[in-house]
């Protein structure tokens, strides 16, 4: 597919006329081509515009077409075939067969929310018949359904450039809810961008869908970005990435005339608590577990474990040595980005210049400039206690090994963390007493609890919670993976005294969309 360098707009390539910039190799430092236009702010008023008018259409669509079109996207992803893995692999240093992963994942969670759709449960409909005859007031009839937001503003992510970028996660769901979407790619990899976003726009098209149900659009994010999320047109913002900048577009989203909803992942360490009984098996197996759990994509994931609590004494220390052993050997991997690397090293700085911090272990370098060695670092519990820099995100492989004596400490770590996205547990079954008083409060703190597993590798599926208590997302009652991020998008509308003719599809009494309901609080097909 020929890559053209322009943004997609209602269904057009349109030229930019601000500035170019180009996609990055970072393993060999060198520049992509083709340029890619950057947009000015009254082109990206066209998207709005068009994403507006498409709405109407859009979010009343029936659901077989609805399904139909999420099926497409991902039809047309599929036949893209290995340029889409090559190129994106080419964009962010990361290897083929992770990519060919991801795009399963893309591929199958569009298809997912396409089932979704069909059985439509997600509409919440809940009907309280008319009592005409109640005493002492009637009740009048009424009919509750869940409707879509308007268009929604997404920006993808520089670590996951497909997944959770312009057909990703936030994406998808949108869709599902019957949102036009407008994406700001990642200026790190425009040509995946484009290809994913080509493919959407055909499908827009075969179906006979209103052109402005998808844009694509190239610009900065202090600029483009900030002005996609003030435009009036934008109803809610999907957004992955760093927290410094969730937290600006939160503070644009919350100054408009109209504030709207940011559903923003952004950073985690996800603690991980390793009890006697873990230790008393195969330690070496454990540590090389985690090490892989802290360094697989080079540490760049939102679920990579950046502190782990072991016990105090010598099964501990098997542990720490065990995990020196495994991680000096290991070669970094190239990073996303320069400046995603440059910022690993700001970190590794500043940790590494925490007094009683230690060094525990450190791999060597790997090829190029954006490759720095992976590392784990080591504290007592008191140490990390008491400064704020160990609670700190370090975004690659980097970790922190801490170590307890009691679960008293371990909740007491736990309620000084900031929210978290995961937090996992190593046991055993005679483990599970001492464990108990621990469970409480990490649900205060991160959305997701693993027991015996890392938490690396999120399942797309119904019940998956992927969000966290703040700064680990901007809405802790959210989760932006799983067929529950479509909430995100919607809300409640109650219908009362309604006549047939003017009801809903799936509020009319012959319920022509077979959607389940709740009648008087009770489950009715």
């Not at 053209?4 to 500035?19: F, K, Q, R, V, Y």
């Not at 994942?105 to 298809?111: C, E, V, Y």
């Not at 970028?165 to 990899?189: L, R, W, Y």
């Not at 540590?287 to 759990?293: E, F, I, M, P, T």
């Given at each position: 597919?020929?890559?053209?360098?322009?943004?997609?707009?209602?269904?057009?390539?349109?030229?930019?006329?601000?500035?170019?910039?180009?996609?990055?190799?970072?393993?060999?430092?060198?520049?992509?081509?083709?340029?890619?236009?950057?947009?000015?702010?009254?082109?990206?008023?066209?998207?709005?515009e068009a994403a507006a008018d498409a709405f109407d259409s859009f979010s009343a669509l029936a659901p077989l077409q609805h399904a139909r079109f999420l099926e497409a996207i991902a039809e047309n992803i599929e036949a893209v075939g290995d340029e889409l893995v090559e190129r994106a692999s080419a964009e962010t240093g990361l290897g083929l067969d992770r990519l060919r992963g991801e795009r399963a994942?893309?591929?199958?969670?569009?298809?997912l929310f396409a089932d979704v759709v069909r059985q439509g449960d997600f509409r919440g409909v809940r009907i309280d018949p008319a009592l005409p005859d109640r005493t002492p007031l009637p009740r009048a009839d009424i009919r509750q359904?869940?409707?879509?937001?308007?268009?929604?503003?997404?920006?993808?992510?520089?670590?996951?450039?497909?997944?959770?970028?312009?057909?990703?996660?936030?994406?998808?769901?949108?869709?599902?809810?019957?949102?036009?979407?407008?994406?700001?790619?990642?200026?790190?990899?425009?040509?995946?961008?484009?290809?994913?976003?080509?493919?959407?726009?055909?499908?827009?098209?075969?179906?006979?869908?209103?052109?402005?149900?998808?844009?694509?659009?190239?610009?900065?994010?202090?600029?483009?970005?900030?002005?996609?999320?003030?435009?009036?047109a934008i109803k809610a913002v999907g957004f992955t990435g760093s927290r410094s900048g969730g937290t600006a577009l939160m503070r644009t989203?919350?100054?408009?005339?109209?504030?709207?909803?940011?559903?923003?992942?952004?950073?985690?360490?996800?603690?991980?608590y390793v009890f006697d009984g873990a230790l008393a098996g195969d330690v070496d197996?454990?540590?090389?577990?985690?090490?892989?759990?802290?360094?697989g994509s080079s540490g760049q994931l939102c679920t990579s474990p950046g502190l782990v609590f072991v016990p105090a004494g010598e099964a501990g220390d098997r542990f720490a040595a065990a995990v020196t052993g495994h991680i000096t050997p290991l070669h970094g991997q190239t990073m996303l980005t320069g400046g995603i690397a440059a910022a690993w090293q700001h970190g590794y700085n500043a940790l590494e210049g925490v007094a009683d911090v230690e060094l525990l272990g450190r791999g060597s370098a790997g090829p190029g400039e954006n490759a720095p060695a992976p590392a784990v670092?080591?504290?007592?519990?008191?140490?990390?206690?008491?400064?704020?820099?160990?609670?700190?995100?370090?975004?690659?492989?980097?970790?922190?090994?801490?170590?307890?004596?009691?679960?008293?400490?371990?909740?007491?770590?736990?309620?000084?963390?900031?929210?978290?996205?995961?937090a996992s547990l190593h046991l055993s079954e005679d483990d599970y007493a001492s464990a108990a008083p621990l469970v409480p409060a990490l649900e205060r703190k991160v959305g997701r609890i693993i027991i015996n597993s890392w938490p690396t590798g999120v399942e797309v599926s119904h019940a998956m919670v992927h969000g966290g208590p703040y700064p680990a997302t901007s809405d802790s009652k959210t989760t932006s993976v799983g067929t529950l991020a479509i909430e995100r998008f919607l809300r409640p509308v109650a219908y009362q005294n309604f006549p047939e003719e003017l009801r809903p599809a799936p509020l009319k009494d012959a319920n022509p969309w077979k959607v389940r309901r709740l009648i008087d609080g009770e489950p009715v097909m």
């Open positions: 597919m020929t890559l053209e360098g322009h943004s997609l707009i209602a269904g057009e390539a349109i030229p930019g006329t601000n500035g170019t910039t180009n996609g990055f190799n970072p393993a060999t430092n060198e520049h992509l081509q083709p340029a890619y236009t950057l947009i000015s702010e009254q082109q990206l008023r066209v998207a709005t994942r893309t591929i199958g969670q569009l298809r359904q869940q409707i879509p937001l308007g268009p929604v503003a997404v920006f993808g992510a520089s670590n996951f450039p497909l997944a959770f970028s312009v057909a990703g996660g936030d994406t998808a769901s949108a869709f599902a809810a019957g949102c036009p979407v407008i994406v700001k790619a990642h200026n790190a990899h425009p040509g995946t961008a484009e290809l994913v976003g080509k493919a959407i726009t055909q499908a827009v098209k075969d179906l006979g869908l209103h052109s402005g149900v998808f844009s694509l659009v190239y610009g900065s994010g202090s600029s483009i970005g900030q002005a996609l999320v003030a435009d009036p989203a919350a100054a408009r005339p109209e504030p709207i909803p940011v559903y923003a992942e952004m950073s985690s360490i996800n603690p991980v197996t454990l540590a090389k577990q985690y090490v892989a759990s802290v360094t670092f080591s504290a007592d519990l008191d140490v990390f206690t008491h400064n704020k820099i160990l609670h700190e995100e370090i975004f690659g492989a980097a970790s922190l090994v801490i170590r307890y004596k009691d679960v008293d400490d371990l909740v007491s770590a736990t309620n000084k963390l900031d929210g978290q996205l995961t």
